[in-house]
């Protein structure tokens, strides 16, 4: 028996109801204990990109595994943020 690959940012997925195909770019983990994955499509529609769609993890389809590769935390320093003057 084989077990499903869980779902990681940058995996090319797919929708397993509507067919949607596209990168994961968000994993959202909510109160009530549901994960929902939103996928960005690649395709484009009318010249401009097709808007995201998030759904239940469970319904998701990994077809290729690190299609986009992530970008890693540098551990850098981060910019103090600034307040304007009223």
Do not use: Y
Not at 4 to 32: E, M, Y
């Amino acid at each position: 028996m084989t077990t499903r690959p869980a779902v990681q940012l940058g995996d090319k997925a797919k929708h397993a109801i509507t067919g949607f195909t596209g990168v994961v770019v968000c994993i959202s983990n909510w109160i009530s204990g549901c994960q929902r994955i939103t996928i960005q499509s690649q395709e484009l529609r009318d010249g401009k990109p097709v808007d995201n769609q998030s759904f239940d993890a469970e319904e998701i389809e990994v077809i290729q595994p690190d299609a986009i590769p992530v970008c890693k935390p540098s551990g850098g320093p981060c910019p103090e943020p600034t307040r304007n003057s009223p």
